[in-house]
Nanobody, 116 residues
Framework: QVQLVESGGGVVQAGGSLSLSCAASGRTFEVYAMGWFRQAPGEEREFVGTSRSDGSTTYADSVKGRFTISRDKDTVYLQMNSLKPEDTAVYYC????????????WGQGTQVTVSS
């Protein structure tokens, strides 16, 4: 099992920045990728971005150029710049095991609110 704990959410004005972190513990050697998702009220959960063990990253078009994912051993970070009110959501960290077909582990989520 892998446990994920997010931190860093909060309230920020539009145009501002916020940084989230997610610390993984447990069987972290199983983890191939760590990613971020978000879910706004009344919306489906959506992919934000991911960082793979080979150092590559992928971002959703909606955040490309504004958000940056970095990874330091068992912690993944999400630096969010130029925030918009539509970025308001609960942000979830997730981990993808080697050989898996989907994200296997999820954090509890952290609220990000961007005021206009």
């Amino acid at each position: 099992q892998v446990q994920l704990v997010e931190s860093g959410g909060g309230v920020v004005q539009a145009g501002g920045s916020l940084s989230l972190s997610c610390a993984a513990s447990g069987r972290t050697f199983e983890v191939y990728a760590m990613g971020w998702f978000r879910q706004a009220p009344g919306e489906e959960r959506e992919f934000v971005g991911t960082s793979r063990s080979d150092g590559s990253t992928t971002y959703a078009d909606s955040v490309k150029g504004r958000f940056t994912i970095s990874r330091d051993k068992d912690t993944v970070y999400l630096q969010m710049n130029s925030l918009k009110p539509e970025d308001t959501a609960v942000y979830y960290c997730a981990a993808f095991k080697y050989g898996s077909g989907a994200y296997d582990y999820w954090g509890q989520g952290t609220q990000v609110t961007v005021s206009s």
